[in-house]
């Protein structure tokens, strides 16, 4: 079964970096564009990032463009999401998705001073 496993959340301060992971198993990860999405209290979903099969192509919203990365390792059936510059609207309960059908538990990010 497809299974998405996040990691890499917590609490940073303002202007901090994190960098999550979502190992992924159950599935050949190297034939599926991969995303991530998070959820802010109180908010909808927002897709944050997507990456094509072989990386060559992603996409981000504008909320962290310039400063959020997307890449993948499809040797380790792994996503990642390198984030810096984080600003206190960046927290959120962060999910690895394989499109609509498949996220992951989520791991929360608090950026706070």
């Known amino acids: 079964q497809v299974q998405l496993v996040e990691s890499g959340g917590g609490l940073v301060q303002p202007g901090g970096s994190l960098r999550l992971s979502c190992a992924a198993s159950?599935?050949?990860?190297?034939?599926?564009?991969m995303y991530w999405v998070r959820q802010a209290p109180g908010k909808g979903p927002e897709w944050v990032s997507r990456?094509?099969?072989?990386?060559?192509?992603?996409y981000y919203a504008d909320s962290v463009k310039g400063r959020f990365t997307i890449s993948r390792d499809n040797a380790k059936n792994t996503l990642y999401l390198q984030m810096n510059s984080l600003k206190s609207e960046d927290t959120a309960v962060y999910y690895c998705?394989?499109?609509?059908?498949?996220w992951g538990q989520g791991t929360q990010v608090t950026v706070s001073s």
């Open positions: 998705a394989r499109g609509q059908s498949y």
């Open positions: 159950g599935f050949t990860f190297s034939s599926y564009w």
């Open positions: 990456i094509n099969t072989g990386a060559g192509s992603t």
